[in-house]
Protein backbone atom coordinates (compact mmCIF):
# COMPACT_ATOMS: atom_id res chain seq x y z
CA UNK A 1 0.00 0.00 0.00
CA UNK A 2 0.98 3.54 -0.74
CA UNK A 3 0.18 6.95 -0.53
CA UNK A 4 -2.17 8.44 -2.77
CA UNK A 5 -1.51 11.45 -4.53
CA UNK A 6 1.22 12.96 -7.34
CA UNK A 7 3.40 13.67 -4.41
CA UNK A 8 2.59 9.81 -2.68
CA UNK A 9 3.40 8.38 -6.14
CA UNK A 10 6.10 10.36 -6.91
CA UNK A 11 7.75 8.71 -3.79
CA UNK A 12 7.02 5.55 -4.41
CA UNK A 13 8.81 5.94 -7.52
CA UNK A 14 11.78 7.90 -6.15
CA UNK A 15 11.76 4.45 -3.48
CA UNK A 16 11.55 2.05 -6.43
CA UNK A 17 14.46 3.47 -8.57
CA UNK A 18 17.04 3.90 -5.41
CA UNK A 19 16.57 0.50 -4.35
CA UNK A 20 16.72 -0.70 -7.80
CA UNK A 21 19.93 1.12 -7.98
CA UNK A 22 21.16 -0.28 -4.61
CA UNK A 23 20.62 -3.51 -5.83
CA UNK A 24 22.32 -3.50 -9.06
CA UNK A 25 25.00 -1.97 -7.22
CA UNK A 26 25.45 -4.91 -4.52
CA UNK A 27 24.93 -7.69 -6.80
CA UNK A 28 27.23 -6.55 -10.14
CA UNK A 29 30.24 -8.63 -10.41
CA UNK A 30 33.39 -7.74 -8.82
CA UNK A 31 37.01 -8.16 -9.52
CA UNK A 32 38.64 -11.02 -8.28
CA UNK A 33 38.68 -10.97 -4.74
CA UNK A 34 41.81 -10.34 -3.35
CA UNK A 35 42.26 -11.31 0.11
CA UNK A 36 43.16 -9.68 3.22
CA UNK A 37 46.60 -9.11 3.52
CA UNK A 38 48.87 -10.04 6.64
CA UNK A 39 49.15 -5.96 7.45
CA UNK A 40 45.63 -5.61 7.76
CA UNK A 41 44.56 -9.22 9.53
CA UNK A 42 47.21 -8.51 12.11
CA UNK A 43 45.24 -4.62 12.40
CA UNK A 44 42.24 -6.37 12.82
CA UNK A 45 43.60 -8.37 15.66
CA UNK A 46 45.44 -5.21 17.42
CA UNK A 47 42.08 -3.43 16.61
CA UNK A 48 40.43 -6.65 18.23
CA UNK A 49 42.34 -7.25 21.91
CA UNK A 50 42.27 -3.46 22.40
CA UNK A 51 38.73 -3.26 22.32
CA UNK A 52 38.28 -6.39 24.17
CA UNK A 53 40.33 -4.40 26.84
CA UNK A 54 38.32 -1.26 26.84
CA UNK A 55 34.79 -3.09 26.94
CA UNK A 56 35.87 -6.19 29.54
CA UNK A 57 34.96 -8.46 27.18
CA UNK A 58 35.60 -11.89 28.36
CA UNK A 59 35.84 -14.30 24.96
CA UNK A 60 35.76 -13.74 21.35
CA UNK A 61 35.87 -15.09 17.58
CA UNK A 62 36.30 -13.81 14.43
CA UNK A 63 36.22 -15.44 10.93
CA UNK A 64 37.24 -13.71 7.75
CA UNK A 65 36.04 -15.23 4.12
CA UNK A 66 37.13 -14.15 0.96
CA UNK A 67 36.02 -15.46 -2.83
CA UNK A 68 34.31 -17.99 -1.02
CA UNK A 69 36.86 -19.58 1.05
CA UNK A 70 38.35 -18.94 4.74
CA UNK A 71 41.34 -16.50 5.25
CA UNK A 72 41.18 -16.41 8.86
CA UNK A 73 39.28 -18.00 11.86
CA UNK A 74 40.48 -16.98 15.70
CA UNK A 75 39.41 -17.09 19.08
CA UNK A 76 40.39 -14.38 21.68
CA UNK A 77 39.88 -14.64 25.85
CA UNK A 78 37.87 -17.03 27.31
CA UNK A 79 34.74 -19.05 26.61
CA UNK A 80 33.72 -19.88 30.52
CA UNK A 81 35.26 -22.18 32.90
CA UNK A 82 38.75 -21.79 31.87
CA UNK A 83 38.14 -22.57 28.37
CA UNK A 84 39.76 -20.72 25.60
CA UNK A 85 37.37 -19.31 22.90
CA UNK A 86 38.33 -20.82 19.46
CA UNK A 87 37.31 -20.57 16.07
CA UNK A 88 35.48 -23.68 16.82
CA UNK A 89 33.50 -22.42 20.27
CA UNK A 90 29.62 -22.40 19.70
CA UNK A 91 28.47 -18.85 20.50
CA UNK A 92 24.42 -17.78 20.63
CA UNK A 93 23.80 -16.28 17.57
CA UNK A 94 21.21 -13.90 18.82
CA UNK A 95 19.13 -12.22 15.88
CA UNK A 96 21.44 -13.24 13.34
CA UNK A 97 19.75 -16.34 13.47
CA UNK A 98 16.72 -14.64 11.12
CA UNK A 99 19.11 -15.22 8.41
CA UNK A 100 18.31 -19.11 8.99
CA UNK A 101 15.22 -18.66 8.84
CA UNK A 102 14.98 -16.45 5.69
CA UNK A 103 17.35 -19.10 3.94
CA UNK A 104 14.94 -21.87 5.14
CA UNK A 105 11.91 -20.16 3.60
CA UNK A 106 13.70 -19.62 0.26
CA UNK A 107 14.87 -22.92 0.18
CA UNK A 108 10.89 -24.41 0.73
CA UNK A 109 10.37 -21.30 -2.44
CA UNK A 110 12.37 -23.36 -4.55
CA UNK A 111 10.83 -26.68 -4.01
CA UNK A 112 7.84 -25.08 -4.98
CA UNK A 113 6.76 -25.64 -0.90
CA UNK A 114 5.82 -22.10 -0.16
CA UNK A 115 4.29 -19.17 -1.89
CA UNK A 116 6.19 -15.70 -0.61
CA UNK A 117 2.86 -13.73 -2.06
CA UNK A 118 0.74 -16.08 -0.12
CA UNK A 119 -1.53 -14.48 3.01
CA UNK A 120 0.92 -16.09 6.23
CA UNK A 121 -2.46 -17.88 7.56
CA UNK A 122 -2.69 -20.35 4.28
CA UNK A 123 0.48 -21.91 6.37
CA UNK A 124 -0.82 -21.01 10.04
CA UNK A 125 -4.25 -20.85 10.52
CA UNK A 126 -3.55 -19.89 14.31
CA UNK A 127 -2.08 -16.57 13.07
CA UNK A 128 -4.54 -13.74 14.73
CA UNK A 129 -4.49 -10.14 15.96
CA UNK A 130 -6.43 -7.64 17.12
CA UNK A 131 -7.31 -7.00 13.83
CA UNK A 132 -7.60 -9.64 12.11
CA UNK A 133 -9.02 -8.40 8.80
CA UNK A 134 -5.59 -6.76 8.59
CA UNK A 135 -4.07 -10.33 9.83
CA UNK A 136 -5.75 -12.05 6.54
CA UNK A 137 -3.88 -9.65 4.41
CA UNK A 138 -0.33 -10.42 5.89
CA UNK A 139 2.07 -12.16 2.91
CA UNK A 140 4.81 -14.26 3.57
CA UNK A 141 6.84 -11.82 1.83
CA UNK A 142 5.85 -9.67 4.45
CA UNK A 143 6.58 -11.44 6.90
CA UNK A 144 10.13 -12.26 5.82
CA UNK A 145 10.71 -8.45 4.97
CA UNK A 146 9.42 -7.03 8.32
CA UNK A 147 6.57 -4.62 6.92
CA UNK A 148 3.51 -6.80 8.56
CA UNK A 149 2.60 -3.63 10.54
CA UNK A 150 3.75 -5.53 13.87
CA UNK A 151 5.14 -3.25 16.70
CA UNK A 152 8.71 -3.65 17.93
CA UNK A 153 7.29 -5.03 21.35
CA UNK A 154 5.41 -7.94 19.56
CA UNK A 155 7.21 -11.02 20.15
CA UNK A 156 10.31 -9.20 22.15
CA UNK A 157 11.07 -9.29 25.57
CA UNK A 158 7.39 -9.45 26.63
CA UNK A 159 7.00 -13.12 25.26
CA UNK A 160 6.60 -15.11 28.55
CA UNK A 161 6.63 -18.59 26.81
CA UNK A 162 10.11 -17.96 25.03
CA UNK A 163 12.27 -19.42 27.74
CA UNK A 164 10.15 -22.51 28.39
CA UNK A 165 6.97 -22.49 25.82
CA UNK A 166 6.67 -23.45 22.27
CA UNK A 167 6.44 -21.23 18.89
CA UNK A 168 2.90 -21.47 18.92
CA UNK A 169 2.45 -20.47 22.07
CA UNK A 170 4.55 -17.63 21.88
CA UNK A 171 2.70 -17.09 18.52
CA UNK A 172 -0.90 -17.06 20.88
CA UNK A 173 0.60 -14.23 22.69
CA UNK A 174 0.44 -11.82 19.88
CA UNK A 175 -3.31 -12.31 19.47
CA UNK A 176 -3.98 -8.93 20.91
CA UNK A 177 -1.41 -6.95 19.18
CA UNK A 178 -2.10 -4.12 17.49
CA UNK A 179 -0.60 -3.12 13.98
CA UNK A 180 1.00 0.29 14.19
CA UNK A 181 0.87 0.52 10.79
CA UNK A 182 -0.53 -1.04 7.34
CA UNK A 183 0.55 -4.32 6.21
CA UNK A 184 2.91 -3.84 3.70
CA UNK A 185 3.94 -0.12 4.20
CA UNK A 186 6.42 0.19 6.34
CA UNK A 187 9.51 -1.68 8.17
CA UNK A 188 9.28 -1.93 11.65
CA UNK A 189 11.76 -4.73 13.56
CA UNK A 190 9.60 -7.49 15.19
CA UNK A 191 10.86 -10.37 16.64
CA UNK A 192 6.93 -11.48 15.55
CA UNK A 193 7.58 -11.70 12.21
CA UNK A 194 9.75 -14.54 12.72
CA UNK A 195 8.38 -16.35 15.57
CA UNK A 196 5.58 -16.95 12.59
CA UNK A 197 8.39 -17.17 9.75
CA UNK A 198 9.47 -20.38 11.81
CA UNK A 199 5.60 -21.62 11.97
CA UNK A 200 5.38 -20.68 8.23
CA UNK A 201 8.57 -23.23 7.51
CA UNK A 202 7.15 -26.15 10.16
CA UNK A 203 3.54 -25.92 8.52
CA UNK A 204 5.30 -25.90 4.67
CA UNK A 205 8.05 -28.36 5.33
CA UNK A 206 6.16 -30.74 7.54
CA UNK A 207 9.15 -30.80 10.30
CA UNK A 208 9.89 -28.75 13.25
CA UNK A 209 11.91 -25.65 12.62
CA UNK A 210 15.37 -26.41 14.49
CA UNK A 211 14.93 -30.31 12.95
CA UNK A 212 14.44 -28.51 9.37
CA UNK A 213 17.56 -26.34 10.00
CA UNK A 214 19.74 -29.01 11.04
CA UNK A 215 19.27 -30.89 7.87
CA UNK A 216 18.72 -28.85 5.56
CA UNK A 217 21.53 -25.92 6.33
CA UNK A 218 23.92 -26.60 9.15
CA UNK A 219 24.63 -30.54 8.03
CA UNK A 220 24.94 -29.68 3.84
CA UNK A 221 26.89 -26.60 4.80
CA UNK A 222 29.40 -28.97 7.06
CA UNK A 223 29.01 -26.51 10.29
CA UNK A 224 29.42 -29.43 12.46
CA UNK A 225 29.88 -27.22 15.35
CA UNK A 226 26.44 -25.51 15.22
CA UNK A 227 23.23 -26.51 17.48
CA UNK A 228 19.57 -26.39 17.84
CA UNK A 229 19.42 -28.10 20.92
CA UNK A 230 20.90 -26.16 23.94
CA UNK A 231 22.26 -29.28 25.81
CA UNK A 232 23.89 -30.22 22.84
CA UNK A 233 25.68 -27.23 22.57
CA UNK A 234 26.90 -27.78 26.01
CA UNK A 235 28.56 -30.41 25.41
CA UNK A 236 30.58 -29.04 22.79
CA UNK A 237 31.62 -26.32 24.83
CA UNK A 238 28.96 -23.55 24.31
CA UNK A 239 30.85 -20.05 25.60
CA UNK A 240 29.30 -18.77 28.77
CA UNK A 241 27.49 -15.55 28.52
CA UNK A 242 28.27 -12.87 30.08
CA UNK A 243 26.17 -9.21 31.11
CA UNK A 244 27.52 -6.00 32.85
CA UNK A 245 25.87 -5.18 36.14
CA UNK A 246 27.04 -2.00 36.99
CA UNK A 247 30.06 -2.35 35.00
CA UNK A 248 30.90 -5.89 36.00
CA UNK A 249 31.31 -8.45 34.13
CA UNK A 250 29.04 -10.88 35.37
CA UNK A 251 28.61 -14.77 34.22
CA UNK A 252 25.18 -15.74 33.28
CA UNK A 253 23.39 -18.15 30.96
CA UNK A 254 24.17 -18.19 27.94
CA UNK A 255 19.86 -17.32 27.65
CA UNK A 256 18.28 -19.76 25.43
CA UNK A 257 14.54 -19.07 24.15
CA UNK A 258 13.35 -22.08 22.31
CA UNK A 259 9.99 -20.65 22.27
CA UNK A 260 11.42 -17.91 19.84
CA UNK A 261 14.43 -19.64 18.23
CA UNK A 262 13.34 -18.55 14.37
CA UNK A 263 13.98 -15.38 15.72
CA UNK A 264 17.31 -14.79 17.65
CA UNK A 265 18.59 -18.15 19.02
CA UNK A 266 20.65 -20.66 16.93
CA UNK A 267 24.18 -21.58 17.90
CA UNK A 268 27.25 -21.75 16.08
CA UNK A 269 30.96 -21.01 15.88
CA UNK A 270 32.94 -18.44 13.81
CA UNK A 271 34.45 -21.12 11.69
CA UNK A 272 31.26 -22.57 10.93
CA UNK A 273 29.57 -18.77 10.03
CA UNK A 274 32.52 -18.87 7.97
CA UNK A 275 31.37 -21.60 5.99
CA UNK A 276 27.69 -20.37 6.26
CA UNK A 277 29.09 -16.86 4.29
CA UNK A 278 31.12 -18.71 1.93
CA UNK A 279 27.80 -20.07 0.38
CA UNK A 280 26.65 -16.63 0.09
CA UNK A 281 29.28 -15.70 -1.97
CA UNK A 282 29.07 -18.71 -3.79
CA UNK A 283 25.63 -17.59 -5.25
CA UNK A 284 23.71 -20.85 -3.09
CA UNK A 285 26.80 -23.42 -3.68
CA UNK A 286 28.39 -24.95 -0.62
CA UNK A 287 32.21 -25.36 -0.12
CA UNK A 288 31.68 -29.45 -1.38
CA UNK A 289 29.78 -28.07 -4.88
CA UNK A 290 26.39 -28.57 -3.32
CA UNK A 291 23.65 -26.24 -4.40
CA UNK A 292 21.43 -25.17 -1.24
CA UNK A 293 19.32 -23.03 -3.02
CA UNK A 294 19.18 -21.12 -6.28
CA UNK A 295 21.01 -17.64 -6.95
CA UNK A 296 17.24 -16.06 -8.27
CA UNK A 297 15.73 -17.21 -4.52
CA UNK A 298 19.12 -15.84 -2.91
CA UNK A 299 18.75 -12.61 -4.74
CA UNK A 300 15.28 -11.93 -3.89
CA UNK A 301 16.59 -12.71 -0.47
CA UNK A 302 18.60 -10.05 -0.52
CA UNK A 303 16.90 -7.38 -2.41
CA UNK A 304 16.57 -4.60 -0.61
CA UNK A 305 13.18 -3.51 0.97
CA UNK A 306 11.99 -0.90 3.13
CA UNK A 307 14.02 1.75 4.56
CA UNK A 308 15.23 1.63 8.22
CA UNK A 309 17.84 2.44 10.85
CA UNK A 310 20.75 0.48 12.36
CA UNK A 311 21.29 0.80 16.38
CA UNK A 312 23.67 2.93 17.73
CA UNK A 313 26.62 0.63 17.82
CA UNK A 314 26.47 1.99 13.74
CA UNK A 315 25.44 5.37 15.08
CA UNK A 316 22.37 4.63 13.71
CA UNK A 317 23.54 4.41 9.94
CA UNK A 318 20.52 4.35 7.08
CA UNK A 319 19.90 0.45 6.10
CA UNK A 320 17.10 -1.49 4.28
CA UNK A 321 15.73 -4.47 5.33
CA UNK A 322 15.69 -7.28 2.89
CA UNK A 323 14.89 -10.86 3.99
CA UNK A 324 16.83 -11.67 7.44
CA UNK A 325 19.62 -9.05 6.16
CA UNK A 326 19.98 -5.40 6.45
CA UNK A 327 21.35 -3.69 3.08
CA UNK A 328 23.60 -0.54 3.58
CA UNK A 329 25.22 -0.02 7.28
CA UNK A 330 27.63 2.74 8.33
CA UNK A 331 30.95 1.48 6.03
CA UNK A 332 32.57 3.39 3.65
CA UNK A 333 30.60 1.04 0.70
CA UNK A 334 26.99 -0.75 0.81
CA UNK A 335 26.81 -4.37 3.08
CA UNK A 336 24.66 -6.79 3.44
CA UNK A 337 24.77 -7.19 7.28
CA UNK A 338 22.69 -8.08 10.56
CA UNK A 339 23.43 -7.80 14.29
CA UNK A 340 22.82 -10.11 16.60
CA UNK A 341 21.78 -9.68 20.95
CA UNK A 342 20.39 -12.10 23.45
CA UNK A 343 21.03 -10.99 27.17
CA UNK A 344 24.55 -12.26 27.65
CA UNK A 345 25.88 -13.08 23.91
CA UNK A 346 26.56 -10.47 21.21
CA UNK A 347 27.00 -11.12 17.19
CA UNK A 348 27.27 -9.38 13.94
CA UNK A 349 28.29 -10.83 10.31
CA UNK A 350 28.42 -8.48 7.43
CA UNK A 351 29.26 -9.21 3.29
CA UNK A 352 31.17 -6.46 0.94
CA UNK A 353 29.59 -8.21 -2.11
CA UNK A 354 31.71 -5.84 -4.22
CA UNK A 355 34.70 -7.19 -2.91
CA UNK A 356 33.47 -10.77 -2.47
CA UNK A 357 34.46 -10.36 1.15
CA UNK A 358 32.73 -11.51 4.58
CA UNK A 359 33.46 -11.56 8.01
CA UNK A 360 31.66 -12.65 11.53
CA UNK A 361 32.31 -11.82 14.72
CA UNK A 362 30.83 -13.70 18.30
CA UNK A 363 31.37 -12.61 21.36
CA UNK A 364 29.54 -13.76 24.93
CA UNK A 365 28.98 -10.99 26.56
CA UNK A 366 25.87 -8.21 26.12
CA UNK A 367 24.71 -5.26 27.66
CA UNK A 368 21.03 -3.53 27.00
CA UNK A 369 21.94 -0.60 28.96
CA UNK A 370 18.90 2.34 26.93
CA UNK A 371 20.26 5.25 28.34
CA UNK A 372 21.10 8.30 26.93
CA UNK A 373 24.79 8.42 25.62
CA UNK A 374 25.59 4.55 25.89
CA UNK A 375 28.04 4.18 23.63
CA UNK A 376 27.57 0.75 22.90
CA UNK A 377 31.05 -0.79 23.81
CA UNK A 378 30.63 -4.36 22.81
CA UNK A 379 29.12 -4.03 20.03
CA UNK A 380 31.06 -1.36 18.63
CA UNK A 381 34.01 -3.93 18.95
CA UNK A 382 32.31 -5.37 16.36
CA UNK A 383 32.40 -3.00 14.84
CA UNK A 384 35.16 -1.87 14.68
CA UNK A 385 36.89 -5.25 13.56
CA UNK A 386 34.88 -4.92 10.16
CA UNK A 387 36.38 -1.16 10.13
CA UNK A 388 39.73 -2.32 10.24
CA UNK A 389 39.30 -5.35 8.41
CA UNK A 390 38.27 -2.58 5.01
CA UNK A 391 40.56 0.18 5.95
CA UNK A 392 37.87 2.35 7.25
CA UNK A 393 38.23 4.70 10.31
CA UNK A 394 38.19 3.12 13.67
CA UNK A 395 36.32 5.08 16.15
CA UNK A 396 36.69 3.55 19.67
CA UNK A 397 34.34 5.98 21.43
CA UNK A 398 33.68 6.22 24.63
CA UNK A 399 35.60 2.99 26.92
CA UNK A 400 32.79 0.90 28.38
CA UNK A 401 34.88 1.42 31.84
CA UNK A 402 34.80 5.37 31.41
CA UNK A 403 30.63 5.23 30.86
CA UNK A 404 30.10 3.17 33.76
CA UNK A 405 32.09 5.45 35.82
CA UNK A 406 29.87 8.05 35.05
CA UNK A 407 27.05 6.13 35.37
CA UNK A 408 28.03 4.78 38.84
CA UNK A 409 28.40 7.90 39.98
CA UNK A 410 24.87 9.15 38.89
CA UNK A 411 23.62 6.03 40.42
CA UNK A 412 25.45 6.33 43.55
CA UNK A 413 24.28 9.91 43.94
CA UNK A 414 20.41 8.95 43.35
CA UNK A 415 20.27 6.56 45.68
CA UNK A 416 22.14 9.04 48.35
CA UNK A 417 19.49 11.22 47.78
CA UNK A 418 16.56 9.30 48.03
CA UNK A 419 18.11 7.00 51.25
CA UNK A 420 18.61 10.30 53.12
CA UNK A 421 15.03 10.73 53.86
CA UNK A 422 14.52 7.25 55.36
CA UNK A 423 17.89 8.81 57.88
CA UNK A 424 15.82 11.57 58.90
CA UNK A 425 12.41 9.81 58.85
CA UNK A 426 13.90 6.84 61.46
CA UNK A 427 15.54 9.95 63.68
CA UNK A 428 11.69 11.28 63.56
CA UNK A 429 10.57 8.65 64.70
CA UNK A 430 12.72 7.80 67.06
CA UNK A 431 12.73 11.06 68.80
CA UNK A 432 9.37 10.96 68.93
CA UNK A 433 9.53 14.81 66.65
CA UNK A 434 6.22 16.07 65.19
CA UNK A 435 6.44 17.55 61.87
CA UNK A 436 6.31 21.42 61.62
CA UNK A 437 3.90 21.27 58.96
CA UNK A 438 1.19 18.79 59.12
CA UNK A 439 -0.45 19.14 55.73
CA UNK A 440 3.24 19.36 54.00
CA UNK A 441 4.00 16.39 56.02
CA UNK A 442 0.72 14.28 54.45
CA UNK A 443 1.63 15.79 50.92
CA UNK A 444 5.09 14.39 51.13
CA UNK A 445 3.90 11.08 51.97
CA UNK A 446 0.97 11.20 49.02
CA UNK A 447 3.85 11.84 46.92
CA UNK A 448 6.62 9.87 47.96
CA UNK A 449 3.91 6.72 47.68
CA UNK A 450 2.71 7.44 44.34
CA UNK A 451 6.33 7.97 42.80
CA UNK A 452 7.50 4.38 44.98
CA UNK A 453 4.58 2.62 43.45
CA UNK A 454 5.34 3.69 39.70
CA UNK A 455 8.93 3.04 40.07
CA UNK A 456 8.78 -0.46 41.46
CA UNK A 457 6.13 -1.05 39.03
CA UNK A 458 8.20 0.52 36.02
CA UNK A 459 9.52 -3.37 34.67
CA UNK A 460 5.90 -4.79 34.93
CA UNK A 461 4.24 -1.82 33.10
CA UNK A 462 7.14 -2.12 30.36
CA UNK A 463 8.15 -5.69 29.58
CA UNK A 464 7.51 -7.41 33.22
CA UNK A 465 9.62 -8.39 35.28
CA UNK A 466 11.62 -11.76 34.64
CA UNK A 467 12.48 -9.77 31.02
CA UNK A 468 13.55 -6.26 32.30
CA UNK A 469 15.87 -7.65 34.55
CA UNK A 470 17.39 -9.86 31.87
CA UNK A 471 18.12 -7.35 29.60
CA UNK A 472 18.66 -4.50 31.62
CA UNK A 473 19.10 -5.66 35.30
CA UNK A 474 21.75 -2.47 36.26
CA UNK A 475 19.03 -0.21 35.18
CA UNK A 476 15.84 -1.68 36.28
CA UNK A 477 17.67 -2.68 39.33
CA UNK A 478 18.27 0.89 40.19
CA UNK A 479 14.96 1.95 39.70
CA UNK A 480 13.60 -0.78 42.09
CA UNK A 481 15.76 0.72 44.55
CA UNK A 482 15.02 3.88 44.47
CA UNK A 483 11.40 3.04 44.32
CA UNK A 484 11.51 0.82 47.14
CA UNK A 485 13.38 3.78 49.26
CA UNK A 486 10.69 6.41 48.40
CA UNK A 487 8.09 3.64 49.76
CA UNK A 488 9.97 3.06 53.28
CA UNK A 489 10.24 6.86 53.79
CA UNK A 490 6.54 7.06 53.05
CA UNK A 491 6.09 4.40 55.35
CA UNK A 492 7.73 5.89 57.97
CA UNK A 493 6.45 9.04 57.87
CA UNK A 494 3.06 7.75 57.82
CA UNK A 495 3.82 6.06 61.10
CA UNK A 496 5.54 9.36 62.62
CA UNK A 497 2.08 11.00 61.85
CA UNK A 498 -0.24 8.69 63.11
CA UNK A 499 1.90 8.71 66.45
CA UNK A 500 2.23 12.59 66.22
CA UNK A 501 -2.10 13.14 65.49
CA UNK A 502 -3.69 15.30 68.40
CA UNK A 503 -6.31 13.68 71.15
CA UNK A 504 -9.85 14.08 70.17
CA UNK A 505 -11.48 16.25 72.89
CA UNK A 506 -13.38 14.19 75.98
CA UNK A 507 -16.52 14.07 76.32
CA UNK A 508 -19.11 14.47 79.43
CA UNK A 509 -19.35 17.63 81.73
CA UNK A 510 -16.78 20.22 81.92
CA UNK A 511 -15.20 20.33 85.69
CA UNK A 512 -15.63 23.48 87.61
CA UNK A 513 -12.99 24.82 89.50
CA UNK A 514 -13.16 26.50 93.29
CA UNK A 515 -11.97 29.94 91.63
CA UNK A 516 -15.30 30.50 90.25
CA UNK A 517 -16.76 31.16 93.28
CA UNK A 518 -15.67 34.82 94.89
CA UNK A 519 -16.49 35.76 98.12
CA UNK A 520 -17.32 39.65 98.37
CA UNK A 521 -17.62 41.44 102.28
CA UNK A 522 -21.13 42.95 102.67
CA UNK A 523 -22.42 41.40 99.78
CA UNK A 524 -25.00 37.93 100.11
Not at 47 to 70: D, L, N, Q, T, Y
Not at 425 to 450: M, Y
Not at 480 to 498: D, P, Q, Y
Amino acid sequence: MTNAGPGGAARWVFAAVASLLLASVIASPAAAATPPDRTTLARMDSVIRKGMERSGMPGFAVAVVSGGGMVSARGYGDAGEGRRATPQTPFLLGSTSKSFTALAAMQLVDAGKLDLDAPARRYVREFRLDDQRAADRITVRQVLQQTTGMPATAGGPIVRSAADGTALEALHELRGTTLVRPPGTAFEYSNGNYILAGLIIERASGEPYAQYVQRHIFTPLGMRHSYVALDAAKRAGLATGHRYWFGLSTTHGPTFRPGIQAAGYLIASAQDMGRYLAMYLNHGVTANGDRIVSRQGLETMLAPGRPGKLGAWSDHADARYAMGWYVGGPWSEPAQLHPGRAPDSSALMVIFPRRELAVVTLTNAANELSVPGYPASVDRVERNAVDALIGDPVDTGTSLHRFYLYFDLIALLLLAAVAWPVVRAARALRTHKRPRHRRRAIAGVVTRTAGGILLVAVPALTFGWRASFLWQPDVFTLIALIGSLLLVTAALRLIGLLRSSPKPPQEGPVPVSDSSFVFVPGKE
